[in-house]
């Protein structure tokens, strides 16, 4: 049986990709995860092979999913980079990415750092990180954050408030207040107030 020419091959990987994250979406907007990958692969139609060689692990897919909000949050925190306050830029970063993960698991999955110390970041990851740096580095300069704090110090406190405050993503207080307890944390205590 002769090999399918290549560009028909990539054609099927290319539409297999998407109707595998359009039916792990669909999913997801019912109970806010996706399914399980054997579930996908069924509730799809294909093999559990294609599912697992587009998604290796349930992280994997998470982190597809979450491409799109990914791509607003890096916007965001641009803007965040470029606001003349250096204050109001830090909390703008800061809140971006503590919501974009409330709102999206994926986000979360982006950030973590996989179990591989020697694995490079996703490129998503990678855009944040530095628009990260960059508005830590100001706000550092500026004494509004402590002068120790790096961005993987922030990613981690961010990863893990997000975790806390998930199940309470629902109550507008209580993530305002975690929020500002981490802000309040990350201050100087010799810079500005």
């Known amino acids: ?3 399918d020419p290549p560009s028909t091959t990539r054609a099927d990987v290319v539409r297999n990709r998407a109707l595998l994250l359009g039916v792990a979406a669909a999913a997801r907007g019912r109970d806010g995860r996706p399914p399980a990958l054997k579930q996908l692969a069924a509730d799809a139609g294909v093999g559990v092979g294609t599912v697992y060689r587009h998604f290796p692990t349930p ?4 982190r597809a999913l979450a491409a799109e909000s990914m791509v607003r949050l890096v916007a ?4 965040a980079a470029a606001d003349e306050d250096v204050a109001a830029g830090w909390e703008r970063l800061v809140t971006s990415v503590l919501h974009g993960q409330l709102h999206d698991d994926g986000v979360t999955a982006v950030l973590c750092t996989p179990d591989d110390p020697c694995a490079a970041p996703s490129p ?4 944040l990180g530095a628009a990260v740096a960059e508005v830590l580095g100001r706000a550092r300069a500026a004494g509004v954050v402590r002068p120790e704090v790096t961005p993987d110090d922030i990613r981690r406190y961010l990863v893990g408030l997000a975790s806390a405050l998930r199940p309470l993503t629902g109550d507008e207080a209580a993530v305002a207040r975690g929020l500002r307890v981490l802000l309040d944390g990350l201050r100087d205590p010799a810079g500005r107030p």
């Not at 992280?59 to 998470?62: A, G, P, Q, V, W």
């Not at 965001?76 to 803007?79: P, S």
């Not at 998503?124 to 855009?127: C, G, K, L």
Request: with cysteine.
């Open 1 to 3: 049986m002769p090999a």
């Open 59 to 62: 992280d994997d897919l998470l």
């Open 76 to 79: 965001e925190c641009r803007a």
């Open 124 to 127: 998503q990851a990678a855009e």
